[in-house]
């Protein structure tokens, strides 16, 4: 009785470890889109406003070693707990999340394209063909469903199709033009239907819960790439990139009117929501600074860097305190 009674603290460790590892949720992933965007936006902002490239670097070397970091530990629970992540995948909102690992790899490819183009080429090999098929996998899952009602609906439906937009970021410089508009066109048909009826849950139904709330800033997040791929694949700011750069900036102007709902929310792991979204505008922003004269969009891009960099800070503290206090990996 007396041996046994040191291994009991070790066995309760590990049973909560276990616990823990099942509970392991996919949208944990947000948080590389978030940080990959942030390095992006900054390294934009070297090649634009001559800041500091380190930073970029910096933060672009911190979201690659926490992607492996979270690809390991989702992949423990692939093997130990299937019956969790079958559950996930069944989820009718967390379905959604899956596609946040595709992106990530593509937006790494696109954060690597300049200093490491071959390491790039795989990484968006990788996420384009991941992506295509989470894509078509959800969608049939869209449309053969028993279990999903109005209320659902909500902004993060958007990752699995829209996210089809970023593979021509990276598309178009790697050769593939083709394939890029291919992957466009799924992206951007899809969105306006999305839209339509994220729009109408929120207009005529019961507002969102706290916990989603923050998913409101995803709908910043097509328009915005969109900009960014379309100006890509065309090489022209005509009309219709215009049009989704300013449809972007409106959509900004309503979140940030606002504001004061969203800084009263507790912490979620949602509110990673609010990153990359924003990393995505700053993008737009710095690449029509370099298309249109004056420093209106200049000082613009300044102050969304600024934002961005103060949204991704706060997250990650906040996140680094929510992991201190044992809330993230815990049932819902």
Known sequence: MTASAPLSPTVSGQESAGHRLEHFPIALFSIIMGTTGLALAWLKAHAVL?????????????????????????????LRYPQAVKMEMRHPIRINFFPTVSISLLLLA?????????????LWVA?????????????????????????????????PVVGNIIVPVAGVRLGFSELSWFFFSIGLVFWIVLLTMVL????????????????????LAPPSVGFIAYVGLTGDLDAFARILYYTALFLALLLASNALRFLRLPFFISAWAYSFPLAALTLATLIISTRLPGPAFHLLGYGLLALLSLVVAT???????AIHRQEICVPE
């Open 127 to 159: 996420g384009a063909l991941l992506h295509l098929g989470l894509t078509l996998a959800i969608f049939g899952s869209w449309l053969h469903h028993t279990h999903y009602d109005i209320k659902h609906i909500n902004p993060a439906w958007f990752i």
């Open 110 to 122: 696109i954060a690597y394209f300049e200093s490491a183009p071959e390491a790039a080429f795989w």
């Open 315 to 321: 997250l990650t503290f906040r996140t680094l305190v």
């Open 200 to 219: 109408y849950r929120l207009f005529f139904h019961e507002p969102l819960p706290a916990r989603l709330a923050p998913t409101l800033f995803i709908l």
């Open 50 to 78: 001559g800041l500091p490239v380190v930073i970029g670097e910096g933060v672009r070397g911190a979201a690659s070693a926490l992607f492996l970091i979270l690809l390991v530990f989702y992949s423990l629970k692939i």
